[in-house]
């Protein structure tokens, strides 16, 4: 197999042109770049990391471009955008968690987007100067002015006031805050404020809500029975339907706010597609006026929109028909909006530069007033909208496959920064070094779901799983009760595979991983995990830990060069086959049992540290390799 070595620039170009999801991928004939890589790079060149940091501020502006970006990281493994926006945060946030520029007094929500950023790094880097910085942040929403039903105002000076903006600035932060650091209050409050807003400016003919409400009906531009101002501004619309799908991420399973939101979300979605523009795809600026004298489709809220439908429908929330309204969205965007550039940069227009209400001179909420505000290239919540539905059309809708992930075999707990006891090591939703967040979000940019089995594995908990990947089993020194797989264990193990079912098994190097009775396990499909600790590496001389890949595989069919270190090798028979040796050790084997297979390897690999381009030179290629695993074994597993 012919492979080309790849940079990690041309890695996140050949990401971006894979094709996952039709139609979702702009490219300009003059660099062959994708729209969402051009938008990035003319982002970090319009608002640099570097010179007079007097120039930056805590803003939502800047807060919504950088969560575009760390999609963006997430999607293609290129570190430059986490680096991005580390360096920004950095110039903000002093190592005592003290956020320059940033004013509590002010009680203005606008001000808790940014927090977000603030908790991703937290949990990538264990920093706790990002932890302090959130929880100021936090402090201020306990602090917050409330209307009578509970709702933040949307800052002090806006006494009484609630807007629909303020539901994105605040409520995703302060569920995810909720979530990490174990306040399950919160859950309750953020479905009553969802709850309230809907109330109070949910217009019954159309399901639009006015873009904001006056508790004391004393604003001008309230009205004054309702309390409600007059239009439906389509960026208040859009920061709406964001919030709703990005706090749903972290509601607990059995929240009963979690159905209400959702709720909320499917009447929200259904007023969306009505006002959508039949030609276009996009969104007027004042939603229900498209044929009124100066209205204009608007770049930032169609994003908004598109992200809302597309993340609704992928995560479940909402019918797999408004995808299709997603994607005409998308396309409407880059015809309308997007030019493309012949620097690897690119120019977004239609985005209104900003519209509120009330203050000095007075904001009315009238229609005019919404169409007299200025139209400019390039703001930064337009291209901040943009990158996020860009990321958000790279995931591909669910294709009804579950990826599960041990977590019984390997058990292992510790104490968070809050004192509570919590799960670590190669699990899903852990983002430092020792966790799979990068590979769980392969998993689901490919449309699976992914899970975890915290008990022993049975033909009735394998029974959904189309994928079942074990890793590093716990020994004595990392659990004091460690769990093995028992003759009933590997029963349903061989059953389930045989039945057709798809099985990784992932071992460590001798010193980190209990192999007696992974073996067992492991022997049923003619593979031993050796032990012995092959390719050791020195410090950082990641060229020790190096292999090429020679095509002598058909899974990484994209893939040159990796790192793996200090594994154990494998000796095979019967149904097993190597797929990947180095020097006559077999690294990786693949075994057909019945109808099902079984792939593994000697280290648990994919792991974030080298898979998310902070650390590994960019020639190396894990996280391109983990792509081509995840499509290879989603490719042929069965749905369950």
């Known amino acids: 197999m012919n492979v080309q070595l790849l940079n990690m620039k041309q890695l996140t170009i050949f990401i971006f042109t894979l094709g996952i999801t039709a139609g979702t991928t702009a490219q300009s004939p003059a660099t062959a770049q994708p729209a969402a890589i051009q938008m990035a790079s003319t982002a970090m060149q319009l608002w640099p990391d570097t010179g007079d940091s007097s120039a930056i501020r805590w803003t939502y502006d800047e807060g919504v471009v950088w969560k575009g970006l760390e999609g963006l990281w997430y999607n293609t493994g290129d570190a430059r955008y986490y680096k991005y926006i580390q360096h920004q945060v950095d110039r903000l946030v002093d190592k005592e968690g003290n956020i320059r520029t940033y004013k509590p007094e002010d009680y203005n929500l606008d001000n808790i987007l940014c927090g977000r950023m603030l908790l991703m790094l937290f949990e990538v880097t264990g920093q706790e100067k990002y932890y302090k910085a959130a929880g100021i942040l936090r402090q201020q929403l306990r602090e917050q002015p409330r209307t009578a039903q509970g709702s933040f105002w949307h800052k002090k000076k806006y006494t009484e006031q609630v807007w629909l903006d303020g539901l994105y600035m605040a409520q995703p932060f302060f569920a995810e805050y909720g979530a990490l650091f174990h306040e399950d209050s919160v859950f309750d409050d953020i479905t009553n404020q969802f709850v309230a807003i809907g109330k109070n400016t949910r217009d019954p003919k159309t399901g639009l809500l006015y873009h904001g409400w006056d508790e004391s009906r004393a604003e001008k531009w309230a009205d004054k029975q309702t309390g409600r101002s007059a239009n439906f501004w389509a960026r208040a619309m859009g920061w709406y339907g964001m919030a709703l799908v990005d706090a749903l ?322 000796s095979l028979s019967g149904p097993a086959k190597p797929v990947f040796t180095d020097a006559g050790h077999n690294i990786m084997a693949v075994a057909r049992v019945g109808k099902g297979t079984v792939f593994a390897v000697g280290d648990p690999w994919f792991y974030n540290e080298y898979t998310d381009g902070r650390k590994l030179p960019a020639d190396f290629e894990n996280y391109n390799a983990a792509r081509d695993l995840s499509n290879w074994l989603l490719q042929q597993a069965k749905i369950k």
């Open 249 to 570: 991420d972290y509601f607990p399973a059995n929240h009963p706010g979690r159905k209400t939101l959702q709720e909320i979300l499917a009447r929200y979605a259904a007023a969306i597609v009505k006002v959508q523009d039949p030609a276009s795809g996009c969104w007027w600026d004042v939603l229900d006026k498209p044929n009124e004298k100066g209205n204009y489709f608007e770049a930032s809220a169609s994003s908004m929109f598109v992200y809302t439908l597309a993340k609704g429908v992928r995560k479940g929330y909402l019918p797999a028909s408004y995808r299709a309204t997603a994607e005409k969205g998308w396309g409407g965007i880059l015809k309308k909006f997007f030019t493309a550039g012949d620097n690897g940069q690119a120019t977004l227009n239609g985005t209104v530069s900003v519209s509120g209400l009330g203050g000095t001179p007075n904001r009315d909420g009238s229609y005019a007033y919404y169409i007299s505000e200025k139209v400019v290239p390039n703001d930064a919540k337009g291209v901040g909208a943009f990158l996020l539905a860009a990321d958000e059309m790279e995931m591909k809708p669910a294709i009804g496959k579950t990826v599960l992930l041990d977590e019984y075999y390997n058990n292992e707990h510790k104490k968070d920064i809050t004192g509570a006891t919590i799960r670590f090591h190669y699990i899903w939703d852990e983002m430092d070094n020792n966790g799979y967040g990068i590979w769980g979000h392969v998993f689901r940019m490919n449309g699976a779901h992914t899970d975890t089995l915290t008990v022993a594995p049975t033909a009735a908990n394998l029974a959904k799983a189309s994928v079942y990947i074990i890793v590093d089993p716990d020994n004595e020194r990392e659990s004091p009760a460690p769990n093995y797989p028992t003759d009933q264990d590997i029963t349903a193990v061989e059953n389930w595979v045989k039945a057709g079912g798809f099985l990784v098994l992932m071992a460590n190097d001798s010193a980190n991983c209990e192999f007696t009775h992974f073996n067992r396990l492991a022997a049923h499909f003619g593979i031993q995990f050796n032990f012995d600790d092959y390719h050791k590496v020195t410090g950082n001389q990641f060229e020790m830990g190096a292999f090429t890949m020679t095509g002598q595989d058909s899974i990484f069919r994209n893939t040159k060069k990796i790192y793996i270190k200090e594994l154990s090798t494998l």
